[in-house]
């Protein structure tokens, strides 16, 4: 090594070994900073901090890596010493017996071939309710239902209904837009 060399790694290990710092281009002191504290004693990363290092302790693993913590009840277990406690055999209830009922299903009609009909070739806005109702329908007959299937029966009837009516006054219309303005052109 070359004697600037040498000067300037014996400047850097006093540096690190905490010695008085010096500018490297003069022999100045290093000037003091508006905190009050010299560069040496402000807080740099790449040194190390003086004194012994921490104990190697990293305590239990965050949860979610490595193995899980043992389980560790929240009470202490008690274990009776032999021979203390009741000596007669445990009392067992009779095993009860549960009945179930099967559902009547019922038998209301659920429109559905009427639906799709009046979805398709009608008016499909009041066809799509219509068929909704009639799904309702079915389900409610074969759940037990009564009450239910009777309404959403007759809903899918009203709407079906309606889907036809609205059809067949469109097809008028269209018949009769048809015959009107064929004898204009």
């Not at 790694?9 to 281009?25: F, K």
């Not at 009860?96 to 639906?115: A, R």
């Amino acid at each position: 090594m070359e004697k600037g060399e040498e000067t300037l790694v014996a400047e850097l290990q006093s540096e690190i070994e905490g010695g008085e710092q010096m500018n490297t281009m003069s022999n100045e002191k290093p000037p003091i900073l508006p905190s009050g504290e010299e560069p040496s004693q402000v807080f740099n990363p790449l040194i190390p901090p003086a004194g012994p290092a921490p104990p190697m302790d990293y305590g239990a693993p965050p949860m979610g890596y490595g193995a899980p913590p043992p389980f560790q009840p929240a009470y202490p277990v008690y274990y009776a010493p032999p021979g203390a406690g009741s000596t007669e055999d445990p009392v067992l209830q009779p095993p009860q017996t549960i009945t179930i009922t099967p559902v009547q299903p019922c038998n209301e009609p659920d429109h559905l071939g009427y639906s799709i009909f009046a979805m398709l070739c009608c008016c499909p806005l009041l066809g799509i309710a219509a068929l909704v109702y009639s799904i309702q329908t079915r389900d409610a007959n074969r759940m037990g239902r009564t009450v239910d299937a009777k309404q959403t029966s007759r809903r899918a009837l009203k709407f079906a209904h309606s889907a036809v009516g609205m059809g067949i006054v469109f097809l008028i219309m269209n018949i009769a837009r048809l015959v009107l303005f064929r004898d204009e052109n």
